[in-house]
């Protein structure tokens, strides 16, 4: 395998399509599950939940891939651990959480998401973001710029906008804090948003949100996907220091505490307390 091949820009438009369709599949074997209403819920080591769903997208997304590029490697949620020795030495390789939102699944909300991801030099060179419940994909690649799609609509381009006075501010539904709160306070005058999953970050990717400030524990591929729709859209996802997230850099899959953000304009790293 030639982990190490750049994908050609001109192949990630049709690329981008076939890994749509893939994340539309994933998105219709959760739904089965899901409107069945008759699934277990395991607890990972981690107490994270997990549900059968969870594993039918996995196993679905990784064959799938495997037919489609089987020179890149795939690293999933759900696949077995990969030891960083290993993992170091994949210059390109498919990032994927089957179920991003399992909590907003069990909640049955619709707030969950099918994420695909291509990583090259740590950095996410083409992202979908599938939420089969509400009936929307958003998806970019490096040139293409980013796109939103309806439910048997047309394919519509998405920017971020500049920041208005009264910020719109994207929060987790499911993970609030007291970190949060306190950067609420110092931002000032806002609208609040609740959210599940990586549908956030596509909220200020699209302009219908301005912040999403996520100040706690996330895994690489809960952001990867969202990240490159973003960034492709004229945001950015940084940490509270105002890096850029990048990927497979060391042994720990965790992201820092991070930002997305879409105008630039205002400092928003500045106001997290270090």
């Known amino acids: 395998m030639n982990h190490n091949a750049y994908p050609d820009i001109t192949r990630l438009a049709p690329l981008l399509e076939s890994v749509r369709a893939i994340a539309r599949d994933a998105g219709e074997a959760i739904m089965a599950i899901y409107e069945s209403r008759d699934f277990d819920i395991e607890r990972k080591d981690d107490q994270t939940p997990v549900t059968a769903a969870d ?3 996995h196993h679905l997304i990784v064959e799938r891939l495997g037919g489609l590029s089987p020179e890149y490697p795939i690293l999933s949620e759900e696949s077995d651990s990969i ?3 290993e993992r170091a030495g994949w210059e390109t390789y498919w990032l994927i959480d089957p179920l991003d939102g399992t909590r907003e699944f069990i909640k049955r909300n619709g707030e969950f998401t099918v994420n695909i991801a291509l990583i090259h030099g740590h950095d996410a060179i083409l992202g979908v973001v599938h939420a089969p419940a509400l009936g929307v994909c958003y998806y970019a690649a490096e040139g293409t710029g980013a796109w939103r799609v309806n439910r048997n ?4 381009a ?3 906008r500049t920041t ?3 910020p719109v501010i994207a929060g987790s539904r499911s993970h609030a804090s007291t970190s949060l709160q306190s950067l609420l306070e110092r931002i000032g005058d806002h609208e609040l948003i609740s ?6 970050t596509c909220l200020v990717a699209e302009g219908a949100a301005d912040l999403y400030p996520r100040l706690g524990l996330t895994s690489e591929w809960d952001t990867a996907a969202a990240q490159c729709v973003l960034e492709q859209a004229g945001g950015h996802l940084t940490d509270t220091d105002g890096l850029r997230l990048r990927y497979n850099t060391k042994e720990s899959l965790l992201n ?3 930002l997305a953000f879409g105008d630039d304009s205002r400092n928003w790293p500045a106001l997290c307390i270090k």
């Open 83 to 85: 030891p960083f020795a």
């Open 195 to 200: 959210m599940g999953s990586a549908l956030k």
């Open 153 to 156: 609509g047309s394919p519509q």
């Open 256 to 258: 820092p505490h991070f």
């Open 164 to 166: 208005p006075n009264c």
């Open 55 to 57: 594993y039918a997208a």
């Open 158 to 160: 998405i920017r971020v």
